[in-house]
């Protein structure tokens, strides 16, 4: 997914700045854990947006939190440290925390890899618990194409076992998808597959609502395993254009998924796709 130009995220900033005070999204984590929200708050992933992020952290959060987003999902630090996020690793967790709710966002949620967590976890559950994260999202096995099923099952038996050890800290482990997990070996499909050797209790799901564009809907899932999901990445697919589109703009059914989100268990929902849709998106969200 391509970023923002210099240009277009320093025009939209400038946007942001003067609505900043008013946007009907705006709230901060008191008023989250007072309930006073109608619906999940709307948050977003960084990943897209990670070279503005990284040049100017609180501004860039600004900005989004100008736009309507209420909650923000970052990547671990150390662990995407070779994807840019070198620079950020100065901040201590409080502090981190303290720069995203001065800029009017909730922070719960944080992508992690799978290295990190073999040889890290516990230094990252206590940076996890220090910044206020409920949840740590293994962003993906990233298993080699030819990996067979055994292999997925002992990676899921090990993140099990990893999900054991952040449920002592009062962490909730989960398990992102990409496409790649829809996939099938010898007919199966893979996804399903992870649903059945996950511990229920120790990992749950973050769904990906973009492999809409190959035909498998979120609400099916919440529906069919429910409870079983703590979380879900919108986006939304345009199939007459062939690409992403700000929610609401394609095939996606949103009234479906909304009904479905509670008996799924999803708690959050984060916006990952072009910068250029964010927008459009939150405007949208604001208006179901």
Not at 14 to 28: E, H, R
């Amino acid at each position: 997914m391509k970023n923002l130009s210099r240009r277009d995220f320093l025009g939209l900033s400038l946007l942001a700045g003067a609505a900043l005070a008013t946007a009907p999204g705006f709230l901060n984590q008191k008023t989250f854990a007072a309930g006073k929200a109608k619906k999940m708050p709307l948050g977003f992933q960084v990943w897209t947006i990670k070279d503005q992020l990284i040049t100017d952290f609180p501004g860039t959060l600004k900005m989004m939190a100008g736009l309507g987003y209420q909650a923000v999902e970052m990547c671990s630090l150390p662990g995407y440290e070779s994807s840019g996020f070198g620079p950020l690793m100065k901040l201590k967790a409080k502090e981190m925390l303290k720069i995203i709710n001065d800029a009017g966002l909730i922070f719960q949620s944080s992508h992690y890899g799978m290295g990190e967590f073999r040889n890290n976890l516990k230094e990252r559950i206590e940076f996890a618990a220090e910044s206020g994260q409920k949840q740590m999202v293994l962003s993906s096995f990233w298993l080699p194409k030819g990996a067979t099923m055994d292999d997925w099952m002992k990676a899921a038996d090990e993140l099990n076992e990893m999900g054991r050890k952040t449920k002592e800290a009062g962490i909730q482990m989960a398990f992102h998808n990409h496409h790649m997990e829809f996939e099938k070996i010898n007919g199966v499909l893979i996804y399903d597959e992870l649903l059945k050797r996950f511990d229920p209790d120790l990992v749950k799901m973050q769904f990906q609502v973009a492999v809409v564009n190959i035909g498998y809907i979120a609400a099916d899932y919440f529906r069919k395993y429910p409870g079983r999901f703590i979380s879900a990445h919108l986006a939304d697919w345009s199939a007459t254009e062939k690409k992403s589109v700000p929610l609401g703009k394609g095939i996606v059914d949103w009234k479906e998924f909304f009904s479905s989100v509670k008996e799924g268990g999803v708690q959050n929902v984060f916006v990952e796709m072009d910068p250029v849709t964010f927008e459009e998106s939150a405007k949208f969200y604001s208006s179901i």
